[in-house]
């Protein structure tokens, strides 16, 4: 089936940042085949079906590349006691923040997981998010943590969807072992990793002080990298832990928050290839005040992505035109910058480099068109979606007023 989607501006976020004025993409069955000025078409096209467009901006399908969208419950009380004052670690330390939705979650079926994160979901997909990747985290023991990866895999079945996900077991310590996080570390990678390892994309942790050292981090992400699994992770977030360190050395994916990084942790993840994942969405919810490295990250290289965070504690909510909106106005990213953060570089934080998050011959038929005059307009809505047709895997999958 060959597919002509005409009449549009089209915003590659190829490596190149092509930009056609008058611009149509041929979609065979589920990948691109070409893209350019609808003028350059080539002779003698004949499509099966002809999707009009009617001027409107054609992105890549958005790609999340940070949630903890599978979990029970919410933390509103938490919420209102840290507007008035009360500090997310003090929260955590008290046995309350990660630890509370964690026995939420352990309490909640599969069944219940699913139809908690479905909204959450939904509610992304209706912003031309066509990937998303899904840590877990909540569990904190085998079958819990097994049973969120099982929920965000069943999610993704039942939507026009990739998901990709992340064990995230080294989040927060589990009661059962208190006083013991080098147990715990190295019961997670004796035992749950190898149990785990052909469920997951990727492994993730926290490094902070209120979750693991640097020195446990770089155990698990040895661990996991025996297994053939790559490795991404929370850090410098509150404080700065050494952690950015760790992650260069294991050739990490991503690592995600970074206020707290320093320009010698920029050039590690420079020269690592490590994708720098800004989540203002926390940092927002956090009243943080310390602003991540951005220029640090400019001047070395290190590339950008913008995820929602979405999660029932540091960024309660789930819209990656929010974090979008708020990357550019609380760090200061440009237009051009946070539309790469949620296409190429996102594609390239999950491992998905050369496949999705570009319109490229070749890649997957993933797009969002976008009812707005200027590409400025990305991340300028705050609370408003432009958003007017997804398309997943060549398929039209949303269309909406917009
Ligand atoms: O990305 N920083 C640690 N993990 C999550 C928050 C999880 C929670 O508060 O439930 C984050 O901000
Ligand atoms: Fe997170």
């Known amino acids: 089936m060959l597919t002509l989607f005409r009449h549009c501006r089209i915003a590659t976020c190829d490596d190149h940042s092509h930009v056609f004025d008058h611009g149509a993409v041929v ?16 002779a003698g096209l004949r499509a099966d079906r002809t999707i009009e467009l009617a001027g409107r901006w054609l992105t890549p399908g958005l790609i999340d590349c940070h949630t903890h969208l599978v979990f029970a419950g919410q933390r509103a009380a938490e919420f209102a006691r840290r507007t008035s004052g009360t500090s997310y670690a003090d929260i955590a330390r008290e046995g309350g923040g990660i630890l509370s939705t964690v026995r939420a979650t352990r309490a909640a079926s599969e069944d219940e997981l699913v139809e908690q994160g479905r909204p959450r979901l939904r509610s992304l997909l209706a912003e031309g998010v066509t990937t998303v990747e899904i840590k877990s985290g909540y569990g904190l023991e085998l079958q819990t943590e097994a049973r969120m990866l099982c929920a965000a895999r069943r999610l993704e079945a039942e939507h026009p969807v990739t998901v990709s996900t992340s064990l995230l077991a080294a989040h927060a310590l589990p009661p059962e072992f208190e006083g013991r996080a080098d147990e715990y570390i190295d019961t997670v990678c004796s035992d749950w990793l190898p149990e785990l390892a052909v469920r ?3 492994v993730d942790a926290y490094c902070e002080d209120i979750a693991f ?18 490795v991404r992770l929370h850090t410098e977030q509150l404080s700065n832990v050494g952690g950015s360190q760790v992650a260069a050395r294991h050739g990490a994916l991503s690592c995600d928050h970074l206020e707290y990084a320093t320009e010698a942790d920029a050039l590690a993840l420079a020269r690592a290839g490590t994708v720098a994942v800004m989540l203002p969405v926390a940092f927002y919810a956090l009243a943080e005040k310390q602003l991540p ?17 979405c999660n029932p504690g540091s960024a309660p909510g789930a819209s990656l035109l929010l974090a979008m909106n708020m990357a550019r106005r609380l760090f200061g990213l440009t237009s051009e910058e946070v539309l790469l953060g949620v296409t190429r570089h996102a594609a390239r934080a999950l491992g998905l480099a050369g496949q ?9 038929a993933d797009f969002a068109a976008w009812s707005i005059d200027s590409l400025d307009e990305l991340g300028y809505w705050a609370g408003f979606n ?15 007023d917009a």
């Open 27 to 42: 979609v065979r069955d589920d990948v691109i085949e070409w893209v350019g000025e609808e003028h350059d078409l080539p």
């Open 200 to 202: 997951v994309d990727a």
């Open 213 to 230: 050292s640097a020195t446990q981090c770089d155990r698990l992400f040895g661990a996991a990298r025996a297994l053939g699994l790559p």
């Open 293 to 309: 490295p951005i220029d640090a990250f400019r001047r070395h290289g290190v590339p950008l992505a913008v995820a929602s965070d």
């Open 356 to 364: 999705r998050g570009s319109l490229v011959p070749g890649h997957g």
């Open 386 to 400: 432009p958003c007017s047709m997804a398309v997943k895997d060549g398929t039209v999958v949303l269309e909406r």
